[in-house]
């Protein structure tokens, strides 16, 4: 017995230098850190999460996401 999970760690991680990596993708990032702040999504980046926990739920995988990890209030 077990459960299909993915754990996003640190999804809130500002752009890092490594091309799309999840957490630091420079075209989409979850959050928009344009504005000066972490309080909003990146609309492009949430697009792209939406998809992939489209695909993951197809596949019967189960999601956890932290956004209380890296990003700076």
Same mark, same amino acid.
Do not use: Q
């Given at each position: 017995?077990? *459960?299909?999970?993915? %754990?996003?760690?640190? /999804? =809130?991680?500002?752009?890092?230098?490594?091309?799309?990596?999840?957490?630091?993708?420079?075209?989409?990032? +979850? $959050? =928009?850190?344009? %504005?000066?702040?972490? $309080?909003?999504?990146?609309? /492009?980046?949430? =697009? %792209? @999460? =939406?998809?992939?926990?489209?695909? +993951?739920?197809?596949?019967?995988?189960?999601?956890?996401?932290?956004? +209380? *990890?890296? %990003?700076? @209030?």
């Amino acid at each position: 017995m077990g *459960v299909n999970v993915i %754990r996003l760690h640190a /999804a =809130d991680a500002p752009i890092g230098e490594e091309p799309c990596t999840w957490s630091s993708c420079k075209e989409a990032p +979850l $959050l =928009d850190y344009e %504005r000066g702040n972490s $309080l909003e999504f990146n609309k /492009a980046g949430l =697009d %792209r @999460f =939406d998809y992939f926990v489209a695909k +993951l739920k197809e596949k019967g995988i189960y999601l956890h996401i932290d956004l +209380l *990890v890296a %990003r700076a @209030f």
